[in-house]
């Protein structure tokens, strides 16, 4: 299917109408493409639908108009080639599922971001769907816009990421997919493969740990910066040793993963000679508050969909994780919920005794069994 465009306006689905789906639908349209904007509910969609746009404001400034804002999944995606989809890992299961009839041939899937193995577990509903359709899933390593929505139809965008790394499911397939993301953002660059975009989700080692160690500052509903008060020497340490850990990790299947620090100049251009330093130094984060309750995406959605299969592959690899152990545990503890039994694992991702080379296998998209 050729995507439906004229000239080099094209048609794009974007699923989500959060914070993020905001920002990337009002931005797209602006830059003069035909969007269509799905929410599961209609609460997030009833100011696109009065003003038939967004309003942004920050590094990017102006109104996007709005094909469609829908509820209908069908609808969004229908005659488009790319599909964004920027909602909650804990939603990615739930959208594969509902897209599932209405795919069709040549439609790329891009998850903004898949957390920890997004596009693996995207496919497997897929799999189980006996979807037919020949359809591309690939995963951003991170989300591009640092943003917040401050209205029903406006949203803020702090800052557009420097470099993003994209990889999918067929590693093959990952030049196709950038030159037809690099049509709307040059950020993107080619991923290695979607275990490296996966092994590489930074949110794991910023947002749960901060949450956890801030969880005083959160309850007493205090405004502060997140990461430029949240963060001290003392908290960047913690940071660190479960950047380390992340780390040894994917070393453990082969993967050279770029530290955090590494990832704040490469998306941020912000450097230090330690990660406080960096992350002090990132002007990007200047003015993101802390959230207001423990039940955030940042434990609810990176403990189970990031750090829990980071410490899950840990353990079938026989590669220690004390530290994001820890705080799953702490996490666990704060909101009295077990993000482990539903979290993604070895076992529910179908890699659970899989050996290294049948990991690398899977990793650019080869049958292993």
């Not at 299917?1 to 094209?10: C, P």
């Not at 530290?259 to 002007?283: C, D, H, I, P």
């Not at 899989?354 to 650019?364: E, F, P, Q, T």
């Amino acid at each position: 299917m050729e995507i439906t465009n004229s000239g080099n306006r094209y048609r794009i689905a974007v699923l989500g109408a959060g914070h993020g789906g905001l920002a990337m639908a009002g931005h797209l349209s602006l830059m003069g493409h035909k969007v269509n904007l799905f929410n599961r509910g209609e609460e997030r969609l009833w100011g696109v639908k009065s003003s038939g746009s967004i309003e942004i404001t920050g590094e990017v400034e102006g109104f996007g108009k709005i094909n469609m804002a829908t509820t209908s999944i069908g609808d969004a995606i229908k005659g488009v080639e790319l599909i964004m989809v920027v909602v909650p890992a804990n939603g990615h299961r739930w959208i594969a599922e509902q897209m599932a009839p209405f795919l069709v041939d040549d439609q790329i899937i891009v998850l903004h971001p898949g957390r920890t193995f997004g596009a693996l577990e995207f496919k497997q509903v897929l799999v189980r769907q006996k979807v037919t359709a020949n359809v591309i899933i690939a995963e951003a390593q991170t989300f591009i816009y640092a943003s917040r929505a401050t209205g029903p139809s406006q949203v803020h965008i702090f800052r557009i990421k420097n470099s993003i790394p994209v990889a999918s499911i067929r590693a093959h397939l990952i030049p196709h997919v950038i030159t037809k993301l690099r049509q709307f953002y040059p950020q993107f660059v080619p991923g290695d493969n979607v275990f490296k975009t996966s092994l590489e989700n930074i949110g794991s080692v910023f947002h749960p740990a901060l949450c956890v160690l801030n969880a005083g500052w959160i309850e007493h509903d205090t405004d502060f910066q997140f990461y430029h008060e949240g963060v001290t020497p003392a908290v960047a340490k913690i940071l660190e040793k479960i950047d380390d850990e992340r780390v040894k990790v994917a070393e453990a299947i082969g993967i050279r993963a770029i530290s955090a620090r590494q990832w704040l100049y490469m998306a941020y251009s912000s450097a230090g000679n330690t990660l406080f330093e960096a992350m002090m130094k990132n002007v990007g984060y200047a003015g993101i508050l802390a959230p207001r309750s423990l039940r955030v995406r940042y434990i609810e959605e990176d403990v189970p969909f990031s750090l829990v299969p980071i410490a899950s592959t840990g353990r079938m690899l026989n590669v220690p994780t004390p530290t994001i152990d820890s705080v799953i545990q702490l996490a666990c503890g704060l909101n009295e919920t077990d993000y482990r039994e539903n979290g993604r694992t070895v076992e529910n991702l179908g890699i659970a005794g899989m050996s290294v080379r049948d990991l690398r296998l899977l990793a650019i998209g080869e049958t292993v069994r």
